[in-house]
Structures are given as C-alpha cells and as structure tokens.
C-alpha cells in the first residue's frame, strides 16, 4: 500500500487569528495542552490540520509543512457547540463534575451539526487511504460521522481529557449516541489506562457490546483502545531554560521577588477544574496560622484567561480575584504582597523563567487529563533543584510518582505537603527531580506520537514522519 497521508481534526487549528492594536489580522499560537502538543510534533511532519481558527482572518498560513484547513463557526455555533455542549456539560461531567454540568437540549443539535462539518471538512482534504487523527471531546461523534462518508479511511481518536466512570457518564442525555460516535474510529487513545476500562464498561452497558480493557466488539468491527500518556517536548524547555536570557529573566524575577525569598509557583489556565481556589484557602490558612510568612515566602499564581464566555468561568475569576485581594489586604505589607497574581498569558521563554524562578511548583487540580505545566516544569530544573507538589488527580502523576503528591481536596493535607515541599532537603528534591527527569526524557511529546500512530497503523510507516 501506497505511504497514507496524515490529517489532524481539532477543535482549533495551532493559531489564533489575533487583532493586532491597529486591526489587522495577527496569527499566535493558540493556548492549551492539545494544540501545543501537536503543533510541536507537526512542524516536521507533512499533513494537514482541520480545525476552527478563532476569528475570520483574511489569509491563514501554513506551518512549517502542516496545511491549515479553517472551518468556520458561527457566532450561534461558537455558543452551543463550544461553550455550550463541549465547555458546559461535557467538559465539567468528563472531571468528576466538580463543577455541576449544564445539560440544555438545543446545544445538542449544535455539536452534532458543527461535528458534521468537521467530518465533511476532513473527508474533502484526506487522500485514499490517509489516516486521521481527531482530537478530543469537541468531535466525540466525528469518527463515525467520518466513517459513513469515507468507509477506506484509518480513523484515530485521542481523548486528552479524563474519561469518566458509568456513574457520570450515565447522566448525559445523548450517551448512546456519543459511545457511538468514539466507537466509529479504529483506535481510541486516552491518557490513562482507567479511562480504557471506563469505555469498555460503558460500551458492555449501553451498547450490549462484547468489550475487553483494548478491544470492543462493535457489530463486524473491533475498536482497540488503550492508554497513550501525552507529554512535552522536553529538550525544547530544557534549552529554553538554559537560555542565557532566560536565565538572566529568572535572575531578575528572583531579585524582583526577594532574593532571600522561597517561592511558590502556579501556572494554570483559569479553569475550575485546575483547584486554584483549593489551594488559595490552603495558603491563607498557612498565613493566618503563621506557618509561613509574607516576609520570608511568596506565592505566584499565574492564571491565563479562558472560556471567558463561559459564565462559570467569569463568576470563578471573580471569585479568584476577590479572594486574592482579601489575602494580599490581610496579610501582605507595603512592597511585598502574599500573592502575585497574573492574568495573562506568556510566552515560551517568560514561562521558562518562571519555571526556572520557583521553589516549589504547586500544580494541584481537583482532576486533570494530564497537566503539562507539572511536566514543562521538570524539564526546566536542569540542575535537579526544586520541589514539585502534585495532584493525584492529574494524569501526570502516574508518571511522575516521585513528586510531592497531594489530594487537594484534603485542605490540612494539602497545607501538610507544601510545607514539606518548601522545607525538603535538597539532596531529597534532587533524587525526586531525577528520577522524573528521567522518566520524562524517555516519554517526550515525540514518543507519544509515535506510540499511538504505531498503535494506529500497526506498521509503524505514519510514525516514520515524526523527527527523531
Ligand atoms: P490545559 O490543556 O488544561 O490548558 P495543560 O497544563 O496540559 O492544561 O496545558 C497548558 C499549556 O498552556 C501548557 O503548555 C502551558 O505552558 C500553557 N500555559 C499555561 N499558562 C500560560 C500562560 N499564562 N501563557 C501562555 N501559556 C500558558
Ligand atoms: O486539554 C483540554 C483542552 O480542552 C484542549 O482541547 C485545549 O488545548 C485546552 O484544553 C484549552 O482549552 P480551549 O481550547 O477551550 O481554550
């Protein structure tokens, strides 16, 4: 058989169509984990990349060799389809419903026409044969929408979020008709072998199917499923870190907190499902009780702005800022503030900085697909200093088992690790920080492509496009 060509469906392409200060268009690189990932990995890679690209800029360029594909939504869409179905009741459902679902009927109608597009759009640019490769809750039904307009494809699905357990999952009104529209592809990833079992269960419920943890028997065919734990591209943040500006910012960043000073670190997307409220009541606690002081410690809490159309989303940066307001009023001192708090977003070497910067970085989420700050975070400790505390609800604590882990619901417990973490000896921090330096040398951004279109096309041949 002739090479299969690559097609990447997301929910966004890896730009955002930016107005510059004078309204002209201004491509950036989109936030988040997924687009991050895969943008890294397919810069070297020819294929092409179908998603929704913010804004209606006049002209989108390629990157590197991946040809862009815009579908377009309309302001209605962007609100049942993305808001709506994809940010308002499966995203909040899919992480252990920390925070209650919204289930709304039209919505429905919405995601499956904007997913309809999206499989239309895929169909036209794939050449025969091609493998594709969709991406994450926003297109749960495209593989089978896929799959009745183009039966020759090699369709992959990749759930970067959490996979929840019948319990949840139950409670969505259209579930049969989700399970339905994962099962359409011939290999369905998750970050987290838990979430395999989750969809077997599922599938042997709702669907009556013949279903084991890797293979789900689905009429005449055979879905595989299995666990394909996402990560960074570590030597990119290692030498970013090493960067003589780099280093020079984080010098300054040091200076600029205090020298004598130990810092903590958070860098999130303001989302609810990441705990920073949890770990703002924990830090406040530790003021008031005296167990660490504004003048020999610092927490820096940085919170990119996100799903800001999202109601939950506005009334917890409100919630969030309000409280960060009440602890820098209660306990801060002229010239040094308990908390900094940043609510924009940076770029790559600014975060390098920041990582490079902190003592103890507190990655705590209420649950978590993976979280690749935890990892970037790692890769930036060169010399095996500083102390990661995280969430066992994060996927990335399967990996990185040596790092201070920490239920945050648990408030004492919570408090209990961080000032373990802040008062670690270093030679503990340094085998902690090796052994996860050296796992995540091993399972890079490049390793887990490989991984899954290996896993995909069983031949190894689509993997062979990824740089080494
Ligand atoms: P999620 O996919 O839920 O946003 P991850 O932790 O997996 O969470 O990925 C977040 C990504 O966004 C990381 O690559 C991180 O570096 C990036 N990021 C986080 N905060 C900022 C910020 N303020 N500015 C730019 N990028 C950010
Ligand atoms: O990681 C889950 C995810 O929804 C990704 O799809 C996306 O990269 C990230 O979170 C950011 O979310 P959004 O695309 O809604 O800004």
């Keep these: 058989m002739p090479r299969r060509s690559l097609v990447v469906v997301a929910n966004r392409l890896p730009l955002d169509d930016n107005a510059a200060p004078d309204g002209a268009c201004e491509w950036r690189r989109s936030p988040g984990g997924l687009t991050g990932a895969l943008h890294t990995i397919l810069q070297q890679a020819p294929a092409t990349w179908v998603g929704w690209g913010g804004g209606p800029g006049p002209r989108l360029p390629n990157v590197g060799s991946v040809r862009l594909r815009p579908v377009a939504l309309t302001a209605d869409e962007q609100r049942g ?252 001192r002229v010239g040094e503030p308990a908390i900094h708090y940043l609510n924009q977003p940076f770029d790559r070497a600014q975060l390098a900085a920041l990582y490079r910067a902190a003592d103890v970085m507190v990655v705590t989420p209420l649950r978590d697909g993976m979280n690749l700050v935890a990892k970037e975070f790692v890769a930036a400790r060169g010399d095996g200093s500083g102390a990661l505390v995280l969430s066992e609800f994060a996927g990335a604590a399967a990996e990185l088992s040596t790092a201070f882990l920490v239920n945050p619901h648990d408030l004492d417990g919570l408090k209990q690790t961080l000032l373990r973490a802040l008062e670690a000896d270093p030679a503990d921090l340094r085998a902690r920080m090796g052994a996860m330096r050296r796992h995540l040398a091993e399972h890079d951004i490049y390793a887990w492509a490989r991984a899954y279109l290996t896993a995909l096309d069983h031949t190894g041949r689509l993997a062979q496009r990824l740089p080494n």
């Design 81 to 332: 389809y993305y808001e709506g179905f994809a940010n308002s009741t499966l995203w909040p459902l899919y992480h252990d419903a920390v925070q209650q679902p919204v289930f709304q009927r039209e919505w429905w109608d919405t995601y499956r026409a904007v997913n309809q597009r999206f499989a239309e759009a895929a169909a036209e640019v794939a050449g025969r044969h091609a493998a594709v490769w969709v991406q994450d809750y926003h297109l749960q039904l495209l593989p089978r929408m896929l799959r009745e307009l183009r039966p020759d494809l090699l369709i992959g699905f990749f759930m970067h979020i959490p996979f929840p357990p019948p319990e949840l999952f139950m409670q969505l009104p259209r579930r049969v008709e989700l399970l339905h529209g994962m099962l359409g592809a011939d290999l369905v990833g998750f970050q987290r072998e838990q979430a395999a079992h989750n969809l077997a269960q599922l599938a042997r419920k709702l669907l009556g199917a013949e279903a084991a943890d890797h293979a789900i028997h689905v009429g005449p065919r055979t879905v595989r499923t299995g666990a394909f734990p996402v990560s960074i591209d570590v030597s990119e943040m290692s030498a970013l870190a090493t960067r003589p500006d780099v280093v020079a910012h984080a010098g300054q960043l040091r200076h600029d907190l205090g020298e004598s000073k130990r810092v903590l670190l958070s860098v999130d997307r303001l989302d609810y499902t990441k705990g920073i409220e949890h770990r703002l009541t924990a830090y406040r606690e530790l003021l008031r009780d005296g167990d660490v002081k504004v003048r020999d410690t610092v927490l820096v809490q940085v919170a990119v702005p996100s799903r800001e159309r999202v109601e939950s989303y506005r009334d917890l940066r409100d919630r969030i800022e309000g409280e960060v307001g009440r602890i820098n009023g209660e306990y801060g």
